[in-house]
Nanobody, 126 residues
Framework: QVQLVESGGGVVQPGGSLRLSCVAS????????MGWFRQAPGKEREIVAF????????YYADSVQGRFTISRDNAKNTVYLQMNSLKPEDTAVYYC???????????????????WGQGTQVTVSS
């Protein structure tokens, strides 16, 4: 049974930090790209960051570049999202997703991912 379980969300003041974690099970973690998406009320789900095999190949949305860092520990089947200098516009439900490594995939679209977590709420507010 495939599972992606996110944790680490919460309420934080602007300028604060949070670290999201996503523990995967039920599939060969090392063969999958791992992404973080977010969805705010009334908006489409958007890519935040993704990481391929290891730290050598990562992508960040312009809106989070320089503030967020994605990493993965293949021995623990876990992907992380360190979020610093949080802004109110970062408020959203954050989802972890897994997409099998396939030549030509960009991993920028939700359609490139086959497995999803249940989401964790991040609220940035004073």
């Amino acid at each position: 049974q495939v599972q992606l379980v996110e944790s680490g969300g919460g309420v934080v003041q602007p300028g604060g930090s949070l670290r999201l974690s996503c523990v995967a099970s039920g599939f060969e973690f090392g063969y999958y790209a791992m992404g973080w998406f977010r969805q705010a009320p009334g908006k489409e789900r958007e890519i935040v960051a993704f990481i391929r095999w290891s730290g050598g190949n990562t992508y960040y949305a312009d809106s989070v570049q320089g503030r967020f860092t994605i990493s993965r520990d293949n021995a623990k089947n876990t992907v992380y999202l360190q979020m610093n200098s949080l802004k109110p516009e970062d408020t959203a439900v954050y989802y972890c997703a897994a997409g099998i490594l396939t030549y030509g995939r960009t991993f920028l679209s939700p359609n490139d991912y086959g497995y999803w977590g249940q989401g964790t709420q991040v609220t940035v507010s004073s």
